[in-house]
């Protein structure tokens, strides 16, 4: 029998783990603001706190799955406006063509989750296990008590930031200080449990040890970016005529770059930006921060690595200046861009502001179109289905219009007054009527309207369907 050859190389490089190195810079700074606001707003938009009358929600951001309404301060979405929801995502997904068109994966470098939490989850390490060599010797060191101590505190506390991840994602779904209770006295649903766990295992997953490896592998914005991006696009890139050759400044001939790898050292991609462009470049910016400061040390100008588009490269190897960032940011493609975000968001807007205060739905009965009463006069049904949008129990008055003349009536209502009770909607079966011999019941088709009027305010609605008449040769 023959034996498996053991030399054969894997097909499969395991993956060497990425210790980035402190840097300090505009961009590494305008990174940690970021990372703050974020947090920030993620963490504590659930506790915020609006008044919608007494029997409303007062949490501010709720997405209500119960009442089946999302609520986002003075603004209530009802499910029949879900387009409201399809138009915030159109406006995302245009935002994020347009800042990659101007800059490249700016989003992928400073706001996206999983950059903001692995930025975070890296703080943590560093302050734990100390900067990049200290960790390495760590990661490189038998087992010993050390190492699993801080091993044991540096997960301990990954471990709590992504607990407190996942409990703050089901805080946006019922009201957060009632389900804090619910959760520490162990009595919330089995959901709330579930949902918490989930999110805090891939919290902790992803932002502790797969971090580059989510973006490379499990992103497919990395491979749609290039469709957003062209000449014109600022990205991150490496002024190799200015650079090369590497080596030591006291030798002639040698470019800028001293091959100091302190580019490297600070990716937390663990890519060497000198290469060129590559799909695993999140734009981040570090590099430009550490190069900078190199740069300063010895005494270059500054920018060696940078952002900058391929326009501005060919026109510097041509010795010619690069284009302003306003020639870059304004141009047909971005604009374009602009144009159609915007004209979503106006569109919202007023969508929003012109939504009418009561929402109303009328279905004519088929089965029969019409019915004749004993004194010959027809008669249509219509289900008329009534929604109350507040927190209060409404009276809503009901009405009809029409050029020829028709009579309303409601079912098992008195009068033509119908209660809706706070935050439902109810049926309420409608019948109108013409006289024998009038021109509504010999007409095959009269259009009439029909109106709802809020009792005690000026609120009202219409909706216009039609009533069907005795047909020629009917019996």
Known sequence: MTQPDTDTPSLY??????????????????????????????YITPWLRWDRGPNLPDQAVLIDMAGRRFFFFMIEIWPHEFYFVAGLLIMAGLGLFLFTSAAGRVWCGYACPQTVWTDLFILVERWIEGDRNARLRLHR????????????????????????????????????????????????????????????????????????????YACPWPRIQAAMVDEDTLTIGYRD??????????????????????????????????????????????????????????????????????TDEVRERAGQPAKSVWAHVFRPRTIMYTVLWAGVGVGLVVALFLRSPIDINVTPVRNPTYVTLSDGSIRNA?????????????????????????????????????????????????????????????????????????????????LDTVFNGKEDGDD
């Open 382 to 462: 219509y289900d008329l289905r009534l929604r109350n949008k507040s927190g209060d129990d409404q009276q809503f008055g009901i009405s009809v219009t029409s050029e020829e003349f028709v009579t309303l009536s409601l079912e098992g209502a008195e009068g033509l007054i119908v209660t809706v009770p706070a935050n439902e909607t109810a049926t309420q079966r409608v019948y109108l009527t013409a006289a024998a011999g009038s021109e509504a019941a010999g007409d095959d088709r009269s259009d009439v309207r029909l109106w709802v009027e809020e009792v005690g305010s000026t609120n009202r609605a219409h």
């Open 141 to 216: 060191q038998a087992w010993n008590a050390e190492k699993a101590r801080k091993r044991a505190v540096k997960w301990t506390v990954w471990l709590l930031i992504a607990l407190g991840t996942g409990g703050a994602w089901v805080f946006y779904f019922t009201d957060a200080p009632t389900l804090l209770g619910d959760l520490l006295t162990g009595s919330a649903h089995p959901v709330a449990y579930i949902t918490i766990a989930i999110l805090t295992g891939t919290t902790f997953a992803f932002g502790g040890f797969a971090r580059e490896q989510i973006c490379i």
């Open 13 to 42: 490089q395991a993956r060497e783990p990425i210790f980035p190195r402190r840097v300090k810079g505009a961009f590494r700074t305008m990174k940690w603001w970021i990372m703050a606001v974020t947090l920030g707003i993620y």
């Open 241 to 310: 005529w200015r650079g090369e050759p590497r080596g030591k400044q006291d030798v002639a001939g040698n470019g800028d770059c001293i091959d100091c790898m302190a580019c490297v050292n600070v990716c937390p991609m663990g890519i060497d930006i000198r290469n060129g462009q590559q799909m695993a470049c999140i734009t981040c910016g570090l590099c430009i921060d550490a190069c900078n400061d190199v740069m300063d040390r010895i005494g270059k100008p500054r920018d060696l690595i940078g952002y900058m588009a391929l």
